[in-house]
């Protein structure tokens, strides 16, 4: 029984259906990173929300684990290329939280135009500051949104329901959708410039990592207020700060800070700011969506194989998963084969797919047929990690569809592209179960692999086979190596 550790709190429904679904689990949040590196070799499954690092250190100590689950969107905490190169599936739940977080957006933007925390702090205080507190209006204002992905739509659509005019900056969002959900598309200086509240919402990258410096900052109106709810690092907090001080920005409201958890922030204490401890996805509905969104998906991966919302590998639904079991039985076979006769560095790799296979989903079996092929020089290659290996080694993989029916109604064809030669291995299903070598090196055939196996080619060399010789003339064999026995010595030779 697969065994699965949850690291961070996460709602109970995570376990429950765990153990439903036949995972062992064990619940220990708030570990500390040595605790978790001491017990994290006997899980098959880590599911965590954005306070556990999953670092490259605590995976080297994860000989087991095959997938981490995050209960929520941003894997900054997950050293993503690590997992990777361990073949360790990485997925996350990419919508459960997005309309929390979008509140919360909108709940800071209301907090920032009507200043309640500061209201409401100095009302405790007795104080009555009535004519203290001039807030502004939100409707009729402009909203520029800088990434209009999941969450950014969501907001667009909230903030045109307070009748805000909605501007966004998103290099990838598309003018069909834009005028689709009724947004203004801008470049980011245009929407600096425009906006009276500015709120972020795209993933931190290396394109994205201070977005919001001083220049964006002095390029914005006189009084506007900035929101982010997405990540620490999309906004320079010295130059925010000192925005803040001078009075050009009006306000700025934070869910997400450079560090965290952030317990010393140079922005602290600094006047109209609001502050909240990354917040953005803790509401119960959310965190129950997540929960067992992360949960299915993890069991399923573990059970089935059924692979959803991964980061590092292509998908494979849990009901696609036993269709694509016998193919990627094959897609194995065929690529160990072929890793086995090849000798040189190999410089390209193409997989055709034709009759029945090629309607199928067909990027997890390449990345099987890639994992067979590298498993005989890597010992730590899976389907996980033999395309970004593959790339690594700059070996140019092409996948091609073929409609056609061929002799077979379903076949898989290997070619491999060395320095020295190409070779190319092609199998197919009996009876849509059963794994056939059906040609190698263009000589048809026809093979069912088991585990040990020899593999000759006999050159038709005179005297070379004795009694065998004529029989196996210009061909290819492939024999469990049983048949032999009596000629051992002969095969070890030709070997
Ligand atoms: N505060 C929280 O608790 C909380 C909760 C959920 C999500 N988040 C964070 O919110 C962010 C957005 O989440 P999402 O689900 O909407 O993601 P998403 O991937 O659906 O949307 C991100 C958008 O950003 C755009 N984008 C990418 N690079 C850009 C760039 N250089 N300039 C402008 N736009 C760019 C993308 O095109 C995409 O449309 C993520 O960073 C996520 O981690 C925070
Ligand atoms: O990316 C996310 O989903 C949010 O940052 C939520 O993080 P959390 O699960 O730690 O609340």
Same mark, same amino acid.
């Given at each position: 029984m697969p065994k699965v550790l949850i690291a961070d709190k996460m709602s109970p429904r995570a376990a429950e259906i765990f153990r439903e679904r036949g995972v062992e689990v064990d619940e220990k949040p708030g570990l500390d990173k040595d605790e978790l590196a001491a017990i994290i +070799?006997?899980?098959d499954g880590l599911a965590v929300r954005s306070s556990t690092k999953a670092t490259a250190k605590l995976l080297e100590a994860a *000989? %087991? $684990?095959k997938v981490i689950g995050r209960a *929520? !969107? +941003? !894997? &900054? %905490? !997950?050293d993503l290329a690590a997992a990777t190169n361990h073949g360790i599936v990485v997925m996350n739940t990419p919508f459960g939280n997005s309309i929390t977080t979008a509140e919360h957006a909108i709940a800071m933007m209301f907090s920032l135009a009507r200043q309640i925390p500061d209201a409401n702090a100095s009302t405790h205080a007795g104080k009555w500051e009535k004519s203290g507190f001039m807030g502004v209006e939100l409707a009729g204002k402009s909203l520029g949104i800088v990434g209009c992905g999941n969450i950014g739509s969501i907001v667009a659509d909230r903030a045109q329901g307070l009748k805000m005019r909605v501007l966004a900056f998103d290099p990838y969002l598309s003018a069909e959708r834009a005028k689709e959900m009724g947004v203004t598309k801008l470049e980011l200086d245009e929407v600096l410039k425009r906006a009276d509240f500015i709120t972020l919402h795209t993933p931190l990258t290396d394109k994205t990592r201070n977005i919001i410096d001083e220049r964006a900052l002095g390029l914005m109106k006189k009084g506007a207020r900035i929101i982010n709810c997405?990540? +620490? +690092? $999309? !906004? &320079?907090e010295v130059a925010l700060k000192k925005a803040l001080e001078s009075g050009h920005i009006a306000g700025a409201a934070l869910d997400v800070f450079a560090q965290e958890p952030a317990t010393d922030n140079p922005l602290f204490g600094t006047p109209n700011l609001i502050a909240t401890p990354h917040l953005g996805a803790s509401t119960t509905e959310a965190q129950v969506n997540v929960a067992i969104q992360v949960a299915e998906q993890m069991a399923d991966y573990l059970l089935t194989g059924g692979v959803t919302n991964a980061l590092n590998m292509p998908s494979m639904t849990a009901e696609e998963a036993p269709r694509l079991q016998p193919y990627m039985a094959l897609a194995r076979q065929i690529g160990g084969f072929a890793g086995q006769l090849t000798r040189n560095g190999v410089t390209k790799v193409t997989i055709e797919y034709e009759g029945h296979v090629a309607g199928l989903n067909t990027r997890p079996l390449t990345a099987v047929v890639l994992e067979g092929l590298l498993k005989p020089i890597l010992e730590s290659v899976n389907m996980v990690n033999a395309p970004v290996i593959a790339r690594e080694r700059d070996i140019d993989v092409s996948e091609v569809v073929h409609e056609r029916e061929g002799d077979y109604h379903t076949l898989i064809r290997l070619t491999v592209t060395t320095d020295a030669q190409t070779r190319t291995v092609a199998g197919t299903l009996f009876s849509n179960r059963a794994p056939r070598i059906v040609e190698v090196h263009g000589v048809s055939l026809e093979a069912e692999l088991s585990d040990h196996m020899l593999y000759i080619i006999n050159d038709d060399r005179p005297a070379l086979w004795g009694r065998w010789g004529p029989l196996w003339a210009n061909m290819i064999s492939i024999l469990p190596p049983s048949i032999l026995a009596d000629h051992k010595r002969a095969v070890t030779q030709s070997l």
């Open positions: +070799g006997h899980y *000989g %087991n $684990l *929520g !969107i +941003g !894997i &900054d %905490n !997950i997405a990540r +620490g +690092g $999309l !906004i &320079d």
